[in-house]
Nanobody, 117 residues
Framework: QVQLVESGGGLVQAGGSLRLSCAAS????????MGWYRQAPGKQRELVAG???????NYADSVKGRFTISRDIAKNTVYLQMNSLTPDDTAVYYC???????????WGQGTQVTVSS
């Protein structure tokens, strides 16, 4: 079992940057695929960036080249560096963890990111 707590959200102007953190406890993130999802008002939750247990990454097309997912195993924390933010990035961002073929998966409580134009 793993508990996830996000932080780092806030209000930023278009073109600005934010770094989200997802602190995990209860288990090491080394054995979990980690991901950042977001959900804007009236829209479905979508995958923004994923990081596999082997260190591979994948990104939504809309954030490629602007967002970077990374992890610090020693701190048991996953990060999402977000650059060149636009108002379309406004959403609640959620941290997610899962183990291949094993249930359950886990979600954080979310952190709000608001980008003003």
């Amino acid at each position: 079992q793993v508990q996830l707590v996000e932080s780092g959200g806030g209000l930023v102007q278009a073109g600005g940057s934010l770094r989200l953190s997802c602190a995990a406890s209860g288990s090491t993130i080394r054995t979990y695929n980690m991901g950042w999802y977001r959900q804007a008002p009236g829209k479905q939750r979508e995958l923004v960036a994923g990081l596999t247990i082997f260190g591979g990454t994948n990104y939504a097309d809309s954030v490629k080249g602007r967002f970077t997912i990374s992890r610090d195993i020693a701190k048991n924390t996953v990060y999402l560096q977000m650059n060149s933010l636009t108002p379309d990035d406004t959403a609640v961002y959620y941290c997610h963890a899962d183990r291949p073929g094993i249930l359950p998966d886990y979600w954080g409580q979310g952190t709000q990111v608001t980008v003003s134009s």
